[in-house]
């Protein structure tokens, strides 16, 4: 057997434990919070050591950026692969795309990524990495609205409509934090597509 043959299963173990604790990462803060989220308690979830833990993350802010971003992909990676099931171009579209970019800001990654935010408005180390992920995050969810609806940035209003969605999107995820907010989100919803819809054909006419 080759040396490469030997080095792959290593790799895919050490692949499939780095992959372990990013998942465990993100449970933990979405269940945990911040300050109950040590690597020790990310290690043990994952079933790993706390120093297999270190080799992959040196830092705790390593990790716990990391655990953000590699779900944050995963996911959006996801609504992509579902892109095709999407209906035509229209109302019902924009609704499908509505509520596509709010599943992504309700659930525990919204929940995990909240908890960076709470603790890098105090910890100048960490803020600057969620300010940079935060950054390739809403680029990559305004790219991916954009598509979606078949719309093009150039066209006035188009840049601030999508917008507007994201950080309504937003802010139904935080209200939905302490108490199941569906009722009251499924009637916002529908109203905000309405107007949003509106915006698109107006600019379309335009």
Known sequence: MTTAARRTPQQDRSRATRRRLLEAAVDCLAELGWNGSTVTVVAERAGV?????????PTREDLFTAAVEHVAAERLAAVRADAGELPPPGPARTAAVVEQIVRLHTGPLFRAA????????????????????????GRESHRAALEFLG???ATPGVRESVQATL??????????????????????LRQWTAMLQAALDEGAAG
């Open 49 to 57: 050591t706390r120093g297999a833990a270190q080799h992959h993350f």
């Open 114 to 137: 909240l908890q960076l935010w709470a603790a890098a408005a105090t910890e100048d180390p960490l803020r600057e990495r969620i300010v940079a992920l935060e950054n390739r995050v």
């Open 151 to 153: 719309l093009d940035e």
């Open 167 to 188: 950080d309504l999107a937003r802010g139904l995820g935080l209200a939905n934090l302490l108490t199941d907010d569906t009722a009251r989100r499924t009637g916002v």
